[in-house]
């Protein structure tokens, strides 16, 4: 069918998946579930139309004079909005169940996620394909525990250990950004396409030296081009991998982008990004700046948002990044903090409406130097005085924070 686009006058053309063609520029496409994604961009090779193809779109909305002969494109599709049908909307609108009820759920699912990483690093050093099934899997269970209690799943990524950052950082990414795109209200089944992007957007870094990697100091000038080139590396590895998703693999091109072009491998500038390159640019810093590195230690989750707050909007979106931090919280779940009474404790819910106030389980009292009965507290409650004096780090007072997560939350 051919018809007009009164809003660009361009002669636009609705084709079907098995129509599509290198080289054909796209303005929307549509999956069986009449899910409608608004995206413009050219079809640069026949990987992209697979990866569309597993994404079950079934239909798409082609301007033919814009077709190029040449298959050498740059595809980006810079902007896709979600319109959610009816029955979607009420499906992601599923009241959460208790905290408690899904952690233990969750903390089975992070180790065999950190597992799963491990498994595909290996694989990648011996130039084994990648499990592109058991990946999906894995993410989309990630996404539905998300969509039980997000809590549960992002006390787990507070809890880092040095030995295996590298497996742990992309996870957690993952995580955070699964709960982002939620926050957003973007379609469930996009999600699962994030999370899956996400959880490899740090795939090609297994190939860079060693060396440079666990490196103290700063990188030189060629160390550092090295490390940059983990992108292209992680793209080549999941073009060869069909059942990769395009919406995943635009995770991994553009994580390290930024607003102003100084970011890399392209140095694209404003709506060049896509808004999911944007949000995971974003949630990546985050996770970087609040994660202990060979040549750094981890900040706060408030100074993290300050530092996003610095450098926006010239590198990073303002508006996404204001709501990432209320997605967040002033105080993220999983955070340990120290009560003006001296008492210790991870917060466990965020207060909507006094985010300064939220709920924090408390197992320990700095004065007595011992441990106390486990009790939450919700500090916007008049009961209670106490007060968050600061966010602490657990080597401060030579806590086992994943010993008392565990006796918190799980045992």
Same mark, same amino acid.
């Given at each position: 069918m051919?018809?007009l686009?009164?809003?660009?006058?361009?002669?636009?053309e609705t084709?079907t998946i098995?129509?599509? !063609?290198?080289?054909?520029?796209?303005?929307?496409?549509?999956?069986?579930?009449?899910l409608? /994604?608004?995206?413009?961009?050219? /079809?640069?090779?026949?990987?992209?139309?697979?990866?569309?193809?597993?994404?079950?779109?079934?239909?798409?909305?082609?301007?033919?004079e814009?077709?190029?002969?040449?298959?050498?494109l740059?595809?980006?599709?810079? !902007? %896709?909005? %979600?319109?959610?049908?009816?029955k !979607?909307?009420?499906?992601?609108?599923? $009241? &959460?169940?208790p905290?408690?009820?899904?952690?233990?759920?969750?903390?089975?699912l992070?180790?065999?996620?950190?597992?799963?990483?491990?498994?595909?690093?290996e694989?990648?050093?011996?130039?084994?394909?990648?499990?592109?099934d058991? =990946?999906?899997?894995?993410?989309?269970?990630m996404?539905?525990?998300?969509?039980?209690?997000?809590?549960?799943?992002?006390?787990?990524?507070?809890?880092?250990?040095?030995?295996?950052?590298l497996?742990?950082h992309?996870?957690?990414?993952?995580i955070?950004?699964?709960?982002?795109?939620?926050?957003l209200?973007?379609?469930?089944?996009?999600?699962?396409e994030?999370?899956?992007g996400?959880?490899?957007?740090?795939i090609? =870094?297994?190939? #860079?030296?060693?060396?440079?990697?666990?490196?103290?100091?700063?990188?030189?000038?060629?160390?550092?081009? #090295?490390?940059?080139?983990?992108?292209?590396?992680?793209?080549k590895?999941?073009?060869?991998?069909?059942?990769i998703?395009y #919406?995943?693999?635009?995770?991994v091109?553009?994580h390290? &982008?930024?607003?102003?072009?100084?970011g890399y491998?392209?140095?694209?500038?404003g709506?060049?990004?896509?808004?999911?390159g944007?949000?995971i640019?974003i949630v990546?810093? *985050?996770?970087?700046?609040?994660?202990?590195?060979?040549?750094?230690?981890? /900040?706060? $989750?408030?100074?993290?948002?300050?530092?996003l707050?610095? !450098?926006s909007?010239?590198a *990073?979106?303002?508006?996404?990044?204001?709501?990432?931090?209320?997605?967040?919280?002033?105080?993220p779940?999983?955070?340990?903090?120290?009560?003006?009474?001296?008492?210790?404790?991870?917060?466990?819910?965020?207060?909507k409406?006094? $985010?300064?106030r939220?709920?924090?389980r408390?197992f *320990?009292?700095?004065?007595?130097?011992?441990?106390i $009965?486990?009790e939450? =507290?919700?500090?916007?409650?008049?009961?209670?005085?106490?007060?968050?004096?600061r966010?602490?780090k657990?080597?401060?007072?030579?806590?086992?924070l994943l010993?008392?997560?565990?006796?918190?939350?799980?045992?």
């Amino acid at each position: 069918m051919t018809k007009l686009d009164n809003e660009s006058l361009e002669i636009t053309e609705t084709i079907t998946i098995d129509q599509l !063609e290198a080289g054909m520029y796209v303005k929307s496409f549509s999956d069986n579930a009449n899910l409608n /994604i608004k995206s413009e961009g050219y /079809i640069s090779c026949e990987e992209s139309i697979t990866q569309l193809r597993n994404a079950k779109i079934v239909s798409l909305v082609i301007v033919p004079e814009k077709q190029k002969q040449t298959v050498n494109l740059d595809n980006v599709f810079s !902007e %896709i909005e %979600i319109i959610k049908n009816s029955k !979607e909307t009420q499906l992601n609108k599923k $009241p &959460e169940i208790p905290l408690d009820n899904e952690l233990k759920k969750a903390s089975d699912l992070y180790k065999n996620a950190k597992n799963l990483q491990s498994k595909i690093l290996e694989q990648i050093k011996q130039e084994k394909s990648l499990p592109g099934d058991d =990946i999906q899997t894995t993410t989309d269970a990630m996404v539905d525990s998300i969509f039980r209690n997000q809590d549960a799943l992002t006390c787990m990524s507070r809890l880092q250990t040095k030995d295996v950052q590298l497996t742990e950082h992309s996870l957690n990414v993952a995580i955070l950004m699964s709960v982002f795109a939620k926050h957003l209200n973007i379609d469930k089944r996009i999600i699962q396409e994030l999370a899956l992007g996400a959880f490899l957007h740090d795939i090609g =870094i297994v190939l #860079i030296p060693k060396e440079i990697l666990n490196k103290k100091s700063a990188l030189t000038t060629e160390e550092n081009k #090295i490390m940059q080139s983990h992108v292209a590396l992680g793209i080549k590895l999941l073009e060869d991998t069909p059942s990769i998703s395009y #919406i995943a693999i635009q995770m991994v091109k553009e994580h390290h &982008e930024r607003l102003d072009g100084s970011g890399y491998p392209k140095q694209l500038k404003g709506k060049e990004i896509s808004k999911y390159g944007r949000m995971i640019a974003i949630v990546n810093a *985050y996770d970087s700046m609040t994660s202990n590195r060979p040549y750094k230690n981890s /900040i706060h $989750p408030i100074n993290a948002f300050k530092a996003l707050i610095a !450098e926006s909007p010239d590198a *990073y979106d303002e508006e996404l990044v204001e709501k990432f931090i209320q997605c967040l919280g002033v105080y993220p779940v999983g955070t340990l903090v120290k009560l003006n009474s001296g008492k210790l404790g991870l917060i466990s819910k965020l207060n909507k409406k006094k $985010p300064l106030r939220p709920y924090v389980r408390v197992f *320990y009292n700095t004065r007595m130097n011992q441990a106390i $009965p486990i009790e939450e =507290i919700n500090l916007s409650e008049s009961k209670y005085k106490d007060q968050i004096d600061r966010c602490i780090k657990p080597e401060e007072f030579n806590i086992n924070l994943l010993g008392f997560f565990k006796a918190a939350f799980i045992d």
